[in-house]
């Protein structure tokens, strides 16, 4: 039997964070969804010009490799990530595969943009997960600056909000939260705080 949790919300949220701790809570698989459109962006960019064209390609034949590759946490990686999921090919492309993932036996947490909406309309369990655009850029600077000691958080912040613009104003499946989904915002709350009302809301539809 399958059961799907949809995570979705902007960058930095704690979305992974909680899509993560809830996997191995109840032993489902999980698929950060952002991380195929991060290779899809970087293995575009490798081309030389991000196009529909070299975009569309890149997303059919996504390989296992393409996805292990270290370069993919990158705020670079993330801009390609965010102009080539505009790109109504691009999803496409990539969409099947995730359903598939999605109704695996024994359950599946999907993170993303567009779960709830468009790739899992029928999950049991959608989550908004958002917070303020400050502690989003702190969190995500913490990451980010032990690779590069320079970044700002006000560099960060900048680049989360173009991306997320991005994201919510594009046509095709813009980030947005489900009519049917528990919405959560994490500014205030602590990793375990968050993960146990996930936990407790996935009981509850079990
Ligand atoms: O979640 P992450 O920040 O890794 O996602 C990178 C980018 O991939 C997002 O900014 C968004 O443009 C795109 N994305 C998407 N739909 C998803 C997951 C990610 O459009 N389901």
Redesign the pocket.
């Given at each position: 039997m399958s059961f799907t949790v949809a995570i979705d919300g902007p960058?930095a949220a704690g979305?992974g964070t909680i899509a993560r701790a809830v996997a191995a809570h109840f032993g489902f698989a999980h698929l950060?969804?952002?991380?195929l459109?991060?290779a899809t962006g970087a293995k575009a960019l490798d081309t030389g010009a991000v196009d529909a064209t070299s975009a569309e390609q890149a997303a059919r034949a996504l390989s296992e490799e393409d996805l292990a590759r270290d370069d993919l946490r990158t705020g670079d990686a993330?801009q390609a990530?965010?102009v080539v999921?505009a790109i109504p090919a691009v999803r496409a492309a990539l969409l099947d595969w995730q359903r598939a993932f999605a109704r695996r036996a024994g359950g599946a947490v999907l993170d993303?943009?567009?779960?709830g909406t468009v790739?899992c309309p029928e999950a049991e369990v959608k989550l908004y997960v958002t917070a303020s655009d400050d502690e989003r850029a702190k969190r995500r600077h913490a990451e980010l600056v032990k690779a590069r000691a320079e970044l700002t958080v006000a560099e960060v912040l900048s680049d989360l909000q173009a991306?997320d613009r991005?994201?919510a104003s594009r046509d095709t499946?813009p980030m947005k939260p489900a009519a049917d989904a528990h919405l959560f915002d994490t500014t205030t709350l602590s990793i375990e705080a968050a993960v146990a009302r996930a936990i407790a809301l996935i009981e509850q539809a079990r």
């Open positions: 960058a979305k950060d969804t952002g991380l459109y991060r993330g990530a965010s999921a993303g943009r567009d779960i790739v991306r991005r994201d499946a």
